[in-house]
């Protein structure tokens, strides 16, 4: 398999991050984001949304969304429930983080460490705006996490992965990731999985 994607990009890095636990071999092609390589004619073709990541499977079928990509790898094995209530718990939890969590604390941490953004009151004002919302996400997944370990059944899944990606870097964006204990000890649980591999790590 092939996994197209921007090395910073948390969306790729859950990919990768099951890929390791899962001890599947692929290979990495970084797709320059910032110099419109996803907007190519050749990329297109693989994703007409032109965005990253995307999962060229064995098949030449190509697989964008980061979350339908851990859903297709998970099946069958440890990181994809077997009872229908904690899959739905799941996909709750990745509906979650793509509704809530990802738009406020993926954007500002690419707006502050990544892309950088113009120091103007009108940027200023938007950045606040998805630090709040992004608090708001942070303090959601806090009181879940108050008497429980992982996101869904108790058990490390693609939930906590999807979740995982861009919390532990959420501080990249402004966000004080030691005002969330709960949090902060669900990350370090995550970190302590097997095959764990950091967002640095490309292969």
């Known amino acids: 398999m092939i996994l197209y994607d921007y090395p910073k990009s948390g969306n790729g890095y ?22 419109g390589a996803t907007r ?8 007409p949304n ?12 190509f697989l964008p969304e980061s979350n339908a990509v851990l859903y297709y ?6 990181y994809w429930p077997t009872t229908k209530i904690e899959q739905a718990q799941v996909l709750q939890w990745m509906f979650f983080e793509q509704y809530s969590h990802e738009p406020n604390i993926a954007t500002a941490r690419f707006w502050v460490s990544i ?5 103007s009151a009108f940027d200023r004002e938007l950045l606040a705006q998805k630090q709040q ?3 708001q996400a942070l ?29 532990h870097v959420a501080e990249e964006g402004g966000f004080e990731l030691s005002s969330y204990p709960t949090v902060t000890q669900w990350l370090e649980r995550v970190r302590t999985q097997p095959g764990h591999v950091t967002i640095n790590q490309l292969k």
Request: aromatic share 10%.
């Open 14 to 35: 859950k990919i990768r991050l099951l890929l390791s636990h899962l001890q599947i071999p692929y290979k990495y092609t970084s797709v320059d984001i910032l110099e």
């Open 40 to 47: 190519t004619a050749e990329f297109l073709l693989k994703n």
């Open 50 to 61: 032109g965005q990253i990541p995307v999962l060229e499977l064995d098949d030449g079928t």
């Open 139 to 167: 303090s959601v997944m806090e009181s879940h996490l108050r008497n429980r370990n992982y996101f869904a059944g108790n058990a490390y899944s693609i939930a906590d992965i999807a979740l995982y990606a861009y919390t």
């Open 73 to 78: 790898l998970a099946q069958g094995s440890e």
């Open 115 to 119: 892309a950088g953004m113009k120091d």
């Open 133 to 135: 919302k992004g608090n």
